[in-house]
């Protein structure tokens, strides 16, 4: 049997991405470019989305890569990038969902306000933008959505229960998604990453103490990297994945697996 180097590339399809300007959304973007297909980013930044776009264009020149500044947790915002994305009459066969945030508190210390803008950016996006995307993506034969969860949504991490219930709620709807868009030929899948070297983790790993406690508890006893949880993302994205659906692969160095 000889093998179809296609089945391992991205040639001629567009990912958008969202929360796309910086860690690991924009490591998905710079390995979906590798991998030959164009790339629509998004991000609430403008600036310094264009930055990222401007970087990726020169290192990809021969790729499309377009950008559009909005926060996808807003109704009117996400309709106006599928907006912009009618108007660009591309073919979009594939989304990432990975824009979220999260705010560490004690649970009697959350805000009913904090809770809301964490369902709404971390799970209402992307359930949202997955709607939204469907049109498109049911005309492909092999499409595929990636949401970008957490551990934190599959056992206790010290984020916060609301960051945990948020994530935890987008792996089910990875699930649900996957079973009911199966006939739209619409693959759904999942990654949940432990500690990655991003800005959002930066301020807790620089605690000594803490980062000693999330080494102990991570087998391979390192922090990820960003271009690791891309190439989980774009993996579930390729030919090579097709029967692949309503999966969750942590990307965590062993954290999920370890014992006593």
Request: one cysteine or more; aromatic letters at 6%.
């Amino acid at each position: 049997m000889t093998t179809n180097p296609a089945r391992w590339r991205l040639d001629s399809q567009t990912v958008l991405i969202t929360g796309a300007s910086r860690g690991i959304g924009l490591a998905c973007a710079h390995e979906f470019a590798a991998l030959g297909a164009d790339v629509l980013m998004v991000a609430r930044d403008e600036a310094h989305l264009e930055a990222a776009r401007a970087e990726l264009s020169e290192e990809f020149p021969e790729r499309e890569i377009l950008a559009c500044a909005a926060d996808v947790a807003q109704r009117e915002q996400r309709l106006e990038v599928f907006d912009w994305i009618a108007d660009l009459d591309v073919a979009l066969s594939l989304l990432v969902n990975n824009a979220g945030t999260n705010v560490r508190k004690k649970t009697l210390d959350y805000t009913e306000d904090d809770l809301r803008a964490l369902i709404e950016t971390n799970v209402l996006s992307a359930f949202e933008m997955s709607r939204l995307a469907h049109p498109y993506l049911s005309e492909h034969a092999n499409a595929a959505i990636v949401n970008v969860g957490s551990v934190s949504g599959l056992t206790h991490v010290r984020t916060g229960a609301p960051y945990g219930m948020t994530k935890a709620a987008l792996t089910q709807l990875t699930r649900n998604l996957a079973c009911e868009w199966a006939a739209d030929g619409i693959r759904v899948n999942a990654v949940a990453p432990w500690y990655i070297r991003t800005q959002r983790t930066e301020s807790a790993l620089a605690d000594p103490d803490y980062l000693e406690e999330v080494l102990a508890r991570t087998p391979m006893g390192r922090i990820g990297e960003p271009e690791e949880v891309a190439g989980a993302v774009a993996f579930l994205c390729l030919p090579a994945a097709a029967y692949v659906t309503g999966e969750c692969i942590a990307v965590d160095g062993g954290f999920l697996r370890y014992g006593f």
